[in-house]
């Protein structure tokens, strides 16, 4: 739903669970955004190495942390502690 101000488009209004994708979308962008940086900058790791640490934060993405699924931005905070 699009709120109006004088006709003009002022703020937008949607559901939660829309306003949850829309936060996980943000979070992979942001996440795809920095590897970009990365790789032009010539930083990284072997591939054996990345999917390795990838089936680690799925593993512990997908564990059952008692609040429900964690975030993208969680599981990039916990690969940025371990690297």
């Known amino acids: 739903m699009i709120i109006t101000r004088r006709g003009e488009p002022a703020a937008v209004m949607f559901s ?23 790789v032009k ?5 072997d591939l054996e190495s990345m999917l390795a640490e990838a089936d680690a934060l799925l593993a512990w993405c997908c564990e059952d942390s008692g609040e429900g699924s964690r975030s ?8 940025r502690r371990r690297t």
């Open 16 to 38: 939660f669970e829309a306003y949850e994708r829309s936060e996980k979308e943000r979070e992979l962008l942001q996440l795809l955004a920095h590897g970009e940086i990365e």
């Open 41 to 45: 900058a010539r930083k990284g790791v």
């Open 72 to 79: 993208a931005g969680e599981a990039n905070a916990r690969f």
